[in-house]
C-alpha cells in the first residue's frame, strides 16, 4: 500500500489484515517499531494503534529504533500514558536495524503461531 493519507481506496484488501493487526496489539506485551515515522496524517494507524491497545494487557515495553529526533518525539506525543511509561528508543539507521527488524519479525511469527496453533489445539 502506499504511503498516502487517504488510504479508503484500498479499506476492502487491508481489512482483514488490519483486523488480525488489532487482534495481536490487543494481547501484545512488547511492542517494536522499526523505522517508521507514524506521521500525524496517517489516521488509519493511529485508529489502528487505538483500537489495539485499547485491551486489559499491559504493556511492557514499546521499542522505537528510528534516528530522527522528530520522529522520536513524535511517539512521545502521540502514545497514551501507559505507552509513554514504558517508551524506549534505539537511535538506529534504517540499514543499521536489519537485524533487529529480522529478530522482530521472527518473535512475531514464533507468537503468533504458538498462540493459533495451542488455541486450536484440541486434547
Same mark, same amino acid.
Given at each position: 500500500?502506499?504511503?498516502?493519507?487517504?488510504?479508503?481506496?484500498?479499506?476492502?484488501?487491508?481489512?482483514?489484515?488490519? $483486523?488480525? +493487526?488489532? /487482534?495481536? *496489539?490487543?494481547?501484545?506485551?512488547?511492542?517494536?517499531? @522499526? &523505522?517508521?515515522?507514524?506521521?500525524?496524517?496517517?489516521?488509519?494507524?493511529?485508529?489502528?494503534?487505538?483500537? $489495539?491497545? +485499547?485491551? /486489559?494487557? *499491559?504493556?511492557?515495553?514499546?521499542?522505537?529504533?528510528? @534516528? &530522527?529526533?522528530?520522529?522520536?518525539?513524535?511517539?512521545?506525543?502521540?502514545?497514551?500514558?501507559?505507552?509513554? $511509561?514504558?517508551?524506549?528508543?534505539?537511535?538506529?539507521?534504517?540499514?543499521?536495524?536489519?537485524?533487529?527488524?529480522?529478530?522482530?519479525?521472527?518473535?512475531?511469527?514464533?507468537?503468533?503461531?504458538?498462540?493459533?496453533?495451542?488455541?486450536?489445539?484440541?486434547?
Amino acid at each position: 500500500m502506499p504511503p498516502t493519507c487517504n488510504k479508503m481506496g484500498y479499506y476492502g484488501d487491508i481489512r482483514p489484515v488490519w $483486523g488480525e +493487526a488489532v /487482534d495481536v *496489539l490487543r494481547d501484545a506485551e512488547n511492542i517494536i517499531v @522499526i &523505522a517508521y515515522s507514524w506521521p500525524k496524517t496517517d489516521h488509519f494507524f493511529s485508529y489502528l494503534y487505538a483500537l $489495539g491497545t +485499547a485491551g /486489559d494487557t *499491559l504493556l511492557r515495553r514499546f521499542v522505537l529504533v528510528d @534516528i &530522527a529526533a522528530e520522529t522520536i518525539d513524535r511517539y512521545r506525543a502521540m502514545l497514551g500514558q501507559q505507552a509513554i $511509561g514504558v517508551f524506549k528508543t534505539i537511535r538506529e539507521t534504517f540499514q543499521n536495524s536489519l537485524l533487529l527488524k529480522s529478530l522482530a519479525f521472527v518473535s512475531m511469527f514464533r507468537y503468533y503461531f504458538a498462540v493459533r496453533y495451542s488455541v486450536r489445539r484440541t486434547p
